[in-house]
């Protein structure tokens, strides 16, 4: 009896919110179903998704910026076909590999030049950890800072640099040592450090929830401050690598050199998972100083054929396409465009952001009637404003975007790198209508508001 993935897909195709309810997480089931956004996706190509009425939407979420190079891109299928007919010797373990090799080689060839060791491993999260650990090992101190609101994965040595109380509460106790500070505060950072006692700072060069974006000075003086006090500068460039911010890493904006970069969504061509550290030698030699400890450190599949074959293809993809020099051009199209709209438009704080990683601002207005509305939302739940803008954006306009963080006004955009001048266009009219949208009172979008507040009461209730 043979098996056929496509013979499932096409007879289970519709079921996938049932299989979801009985065996997986019902809340999401829930969320999507509550929200509008419960769609059976049939085709993925580049930056839009297909519904099986044949519906195109416009993915500006690209899997939490996993798809930077769009989705199904055929050079990464080709290597993976490729790979799969090679019958190459995969994980042998007692061996070393040649693709790994080669990945390590052109990761590095794109990094600061005080970067010269790779560890690979299979996500974000994982590298987070690998950090945390090589930063411990190599200074011989145990603590570790990191931001408020930041985000560095969710087990439990991640959870615990982890800036959100959402994502922390009732897991606890969490790895000890650990302490945040706000960001973009150099001197909090120098109170941290001046006791010689911290092993590691770790900061996203933008932080992903909300999007916010440092001060020009604020990472030369991190790097400065660091080296001052002896504490390795981690920089967690998972979300913001790989040309999202219009370089191809976000801390080219400041010319810093930090010791170690976490990476990985975007370097698996969303194909197979990716993560990876690159760091300095020292802390190569430092974790692995004796051939007894050659294995101290690593994870079963992190080194194997399919992501490492996948990483080198969407290395490539990214040179060939210009899709850095496209983030940036496009991106800051966009950034702009939406911020000529806050003139017009009371709700609207700011656009900001760099590349295409931008978030989109709210704030509450100044005439009576917009402020009563306003305040009526926030009463339900803060944040619930950005529903009514991302709610309208996919109904009507088929666009997928999200909400940057819990209690945040913020609209988040990560779409692919490969937007074209017609998906900008798109963008900011879209965003332009439903704007608009929420400055007429009454209106078919304030009913929305009213249906979000009331299932947020209830939900409160609850």
Known sequence: MSFSIAELFEQHSTDKFDLHEQFLNNQMVRVLKTIGYDRHYRKANGQYLYDEKGAEYLDLLSGFGVFAIGRNHPTVINALKETLTLELPNLVQLDVSVLSGLLAQEILKTTPDNLDKMFFCNSGTESVEAAIKFARFTTKREKIVFCEHAYHGLTMGALSL????????????????????????????????????VAAFIVEPIQGKGVNVPD????????????????????????????????????????????????????????????????????????YNRMDRAVVHGSTFSKNNMAMAAGLATLHVMQEENLVDNSAKLGTDIIDSLNALSEQYEFLKEARG??????????????????????????????LFCQMITIPLFKEHRILAQVAGHGMNVVKLLPPLNLNPKDRDTIVAAFDKTIADTHQIPGSIWDLGKNLASHALKGKKG
């Open 354 to 383: 760099k590349g295409m990683m931008i978030a989109i601002e709210f704030h509450s207005p100044k005439s009576l009637k917009l402020k009563a509305a306003w305040a009526m939302l926030e009463a339900a739940n803060k944040g």
């Open 216 to 287: 020009d000075n604020y990472l030369p003086e991190v790097e400065r401050i660091c080296k001052k006090y002896g504490t390795l500068f981690v920089a967690d460039e998972v979300q913001t690598g790989l040309g999202r911010t219009g370089k191809f890493w976000a801390i080219e904006h400041w010319n810093v050199r930090p010791d170690m970069i976490c990476m990985a969504k975007a370097l698996s061509g969303g194909f197979v998972p990716v993560g990876a550290v690159a760091m300095t030698q020292k802390i190569m030699d430092s974790v």
């Open 162 to 197: 982890n800036g959100e109380p959402i994502f922390r509460e009732g897991f606890g106790p969490l790895l000890p040592g650990c302490y945040s500070i706000p960001f973009n505060d150099a001197e909090a950072l120098e109170q941290a450090l001046r006791d010689k006692d």
